[in-house]
Structures are given as C-alpha cells and as structure tokens.
C-alpha cells in the first residue's frame, strides 16, 4: 500500500493574456492490492488520486489539426479512482474487469468555430464534469508469440454541457502473429461510438456515424540493426468522420526502413 502526496503548481491563463492565476494544489497518492487466489492469480486493486495537466498547442495539435483559436488552460483532475479485479484463470490468458472514476475541472474539450465552421477551437467546462467508465481488458499469448488483446470501455459523462467529439464507447482489438523471429504481423481494429459534433451558426448537435477502423502493419528485421515495415490503414476504406467536416483517408500505405545505431 502506497500513500504518498502528490503537490503541483498550478499556472494558467483566465480569458485574457494578462490574467494569470497561479495555485497550490496537492493531490493523494494512495495504490493498494489484495491477493484472493493465488492459483488463479486473483487481485482486487484500487488507487486514488489526482493531478493537473497542462493543455498547450502540441498536445491540442495531436489531438486535432484544424484548431484555429486555442486557449491556454489547466485542466484539473479533482479526483481519479480506478479500482479492478485481475486474473489468470488459465496459463498465458489474463482478464481485468474495471472501473473509473474522475472528477474534473476545466474539462478541454472541441468545438467547430462560429466564425469559420470548417476550423475549431477548444473550450473548457465551466463547472465540474464526472466521467464514470467501466470496462474489460482479455489477453492471450499462445506459444510461438502470437496472441491478442481486447479492450472495452464505456464512459458515461455528467456535465451541464454538451461535450462534443468525446466518445462514449471505445473498443480495440490488437493481434499479432510472429511467423519467424524476424517477421512480425500485427493487426488492431478499434470501434468508436456516441460521438457528436457542434454547429456553433445553427447551434445544433449532430450524433456522428460510428467509427470502425482496420489496420495491418508487417515488420521483418533483417539483422539487430536494419529492418523495414509496412503499414496498411484503414483497410475497410471507410470515410469516417472524427471531427465534423474532416472525413479521414481511404486505404493508405506507408512502407519505410529503420536503423539502430
């Protein structure tokens, strides 16, 4: 059982450039397990804590393109408590049944700009969100490297708001195949769900297609140093929308050579 505290120097800008507030916050850091069956490998774990994180122009780019305002912000995890039950029932599988639970502050989030519908800006909660998200993680490891891993959350947001572009399901499955030490294939398909998205001119909300993406990549190592992959994405040809407006690409290739030194 792990109880230290967490503190982190809060500094963000309100509404204006020349406003800057700057707080103290100091955050719980408690992780605890619990052993039932040790032939099953059966733990229940728990943690509680919290933290701040800064939102800036690189972590918004990464996470949308098309940004045309962005306003600097501290988001603030209040509270964040994961707890799940972990098993190995049979050799090389292992199951993880969880829940989550955050309670945010200055929630970032995106929405379509009113003066130019085809940009976005990001905005923050003016309030406290909750996010409750249960869900269910299964991996197998077959003898020779193979195996997969699933993974399924549900996130149920409480807000005064609407929160657009945060997805309420999010599933993804990753196999791999090794059919020599050196080569490998891997696969995931994801599928995204309860996405909507904003016109700030019409002020409506619009409930997004659901998103299902397959993708393949194949490395082969010619020695320790030198190797080349291949990536094949959206192998459904699906143009599915993530930001309203920005339909992704169809089938795309990407090959390339990688170097250790």
């Keep these: 059982l792990h109880y230290p505290l967490r503190r982190q120097r809060q500094m963000c800008i309100r509404?204006?450039?020349?406003?800057?507030?700057?707080?103290?916050?100091?955050?719980?850091f408690i992780k605890g397990a619990y052993l039932l069956d040790q032939e099953m490998g059966l733990f229940i774990k728990g943690e509680l804590s919290g933290g701040l994180k800064q939102n800036n122009l690189n972590t918004a780019f990464r996470n949308n393109l098309w940004i045309n305002q962005f306003k600097a912000n501290t988001t603030n995890d209040k509270i964040r408590i994961l707890a799940s039950v972990e098993a190995t029932p049979i050799e090389n599988?292992?199951?993880k049944i969880k829940l989550n639970y955050l309670k945010v502050s200055n929630f970032?989030?995106?929405?379509?700009?009113?003066?130019?519908?085809?940009?976005?800006?990001?905005?923050?909660?003016?309030?406290?969100?909750?996010?409750?998200?249960?869900?269910v993680e299964v991996g197998y490891r077959f003898k020779g490297g193979h195996g997969f891993n699933l993974d399924f959350v549900y996130n149920?947001?409480?807000?005064?708001?609407?929160?657009?572009?945060?997805?309420?399901?999010?599933?993804?499955?990753?196999?791999?195949?090794?059919?020599?030490?050196?080569l490998?294939?891997?696969?995931?398909?994801s599928y995204i769900s309860g996405l909507v998205g904003s016109n700030s001119?019409?002020?409506?909300?619009?409930?997004?297609?659901?998103?299902?993406?397959?993708?393949?990549?194949?490395?082969?190592?010619?020695?320790?140093?030198?190797?080349?992959?291949?990536?094949a994405n959206n192998l459904l040809n699906k143009k599915y929308n993530y930001f309203k407006y920005y339909p992704v690409q169809g089938i795309n290739v990407l090959g390339g050579l990688t170097v250790s030194f």
């Design 201 to 231: 001119v019409e002020n409506e909300v619009e409930d997004l297609s659901s998103i299902i993406d397959l993708n393949l990549k194949v490395d082969y190592d010619f020695n320790e140093k030198v190797g080349v992959f291949l990536y």
């Design 15 to 28: 509404d204006s450039d020349t406003t800057l507030e700057k707080n103290l916050s100091v955050y719980p």
């Design 156 to 182: 149920k947001y409480q807000a005064e708001e609407t929160l657009f572009y945060t997805p309420t399901l999010e599933t993804n499955l990753d196999l791999f195949y090794k059919v020599k030490n050196n």
């Design 184 to 189: 490998k294939i891997s696969s995931d398909i």
């Design 108 to 135: 970032n989030y995106f929405v379509n700009d009113s003066s130019d519908l085809s940009y976005y800006r990001n905005d923050y909660v003016n309030g406290f969100v909750n996010i409750v998200s249960p869900g």
């Design 93 to 95: 599988l292992t199951a």
